[in-house]
T-cell receptor, first 112, second 116 residues
Framework: DQQVKQNSPSLSVQEGRISILNCDYT??????FLWYKKYPAEGPTFLIS?????DKNEDGRFTVFLNKSAKHLSLHIVPSQPGDSAVYFC???????????FGTGTRLKVLA | DTEVTQTPKHLVMGMTNKKSLKCEQH?????MYWYKQKAKKPPELMFV???????INESVPSRFSPECPNSSLLNLHLHALQPEDSALYLC???????????????FGPGTRLTVL
């Protein structure tokens, strides 16, 4: 039972354009969502998070949007840069637990 | 200091060896985690320690033995591993969500383990 899904395994975007990565979840108890960036053979790097009391959180080039009714979140990267090329994971957590449930990841390739 | 450190970076061991992986954080986080990650897969939770007590064991085989000596350190003791245990082992830490705290879960760089 995949509670957190990233339905696009890969995405290619031209440098300078917007990258939009999507994530869907099924568990209505999730109240905290995170995005990570991962390079091969390295640990995931925490990028940005959002709690369920918000619908948008912005940090520099990264913005996360949360649509609770649709159980959907997205990460926008503007403008995209070649150094953004990596695998992006979304993760979700429910209050009162220690588990962070990860999606399957989306490989982003930013073309110069 | 927002860093989680892990040693060693690489480890090669035979199936009869005993080795340990080490993890350290100084962010005051009271939850620490071990994950296993295979290529092209998301991190897979193994263990969670909260306030130095084991809170979650995701049915991990006993050849993996975690230990949390204090709030900053987390070890993973390895014994009689199998070749299929070869993977990237990641340590992470976070605020204790049981208390409702928010905050990112921060990962170390990982230990690349190869079992021959």
């Amino acid at each position: 039972d995949q509670q957190v899904k990233q339905n696009s395994p890969s995405l290619s975007v031209q440098e300078g354009r917007i990258s939009i990565l999507n994530c869907d979840y099924t568990n209505s108890m999730f109240d905290y969502f995170l995005w990570y960036k991962k390079y091969p053979a390295e640990g995931p790097t925490f990028l940005i998070s959002i709690s369920s009391i918000k619908d948008k959180n912005e940090d520099g080039r990264f913005t996360v949007f949360l649509n609770k009714s649709a159980k959907h979140l997205s990460l926008h990267i503007v403008p995209s840069q070649p150094g953004d090329s990596a695998v992006y994971f979304c993760a979700a957590s429910a209050r009162g637990t220690y588990k962070y449930i990860f999606g399957t990841g989306t490989r982003l390739k930013v073309l110069a | 200091d927002t860093e989680v450190t892990q040693t060693p970076k690489h480890l090669v061991m035979g199936m009869t060896n005993k080795k340990s992986l080490k993890c350290e954080q100084h962010m005051g986080h009271r939850a620490m985690y071990w994950y296993k990650q295979k290529a092209k897969k998301p991190p897979e939770l193994m263990f969670v320690y909260s306030y130095e007590k084991l809170s979650i064991n995701e049915s991990v085989p006993s050849r993996f033995s975690p230990e949390c000596p204090n709030s900053s350190l987390l070890n993973l003791h390895l014994h009689a591993l199998q070749p299929e245990d070869s993977a990237l082992y990641l340590c992470a830490s976070s605020q204790a969500r049981l208390a409702g705290a928010y905050g990112g879960q921060f990962f170390g760089p990982g230990t690349r383990l190869t079992v021959l």
